[in-house]
């Protein structure tokens, strides 16, 4: 795969771009789980780390209630990977 990239960026004249996962690490934080209120990884993070243990207690921490109730399981998801890994691989800034 890096041959092919590297023949790519020879012949296409294309700049060479080194790949730097970890640069990627800063974005999970800012991915959005309640697009209603603007509740993302960082602030459901936050509240785990304050206590909440679940969507509704998010919410409340953040200071909001459920409009639509869409991001429920993807706050509850995000909080079941808190509590089954204490110490985040993937910290959330
Ligand atoms: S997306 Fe969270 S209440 Fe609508």
């Known amino acids: 795969m890096v041959l092919i ?3 790519l960026t020879i012949t296409a004249n294309l700049p060479l771009v080194k790949i730097d ?15 209603c209120n603007n509740i993302n990884t960082a602030k459901v ?23 639509c109730g869409q991001c429920r399981e993807s706050i509850e998801d995000r909080l079941a ?3 089954a890994h204490p110490e985040p691989l993937l ?3």
């Open 21 to 35: 996962n970890h640069s990627q690490l800063h974005y999970i934080g800012l991915m959005i789980h309640c697009v």
């Open 45 to 67: 993070d936050q509240a785990a780390r304050c206590g909440a243990k679940s969507a509704d207690q998010v919410q409340s921490h953040c200071g909001m209630a459920f409009n």
């Open 5 to 7: 990239y590297r023949i």
């Open 91 to 93: 910290a959330a800034e």
């Open 81 to 83: 990977v808190l509590q």
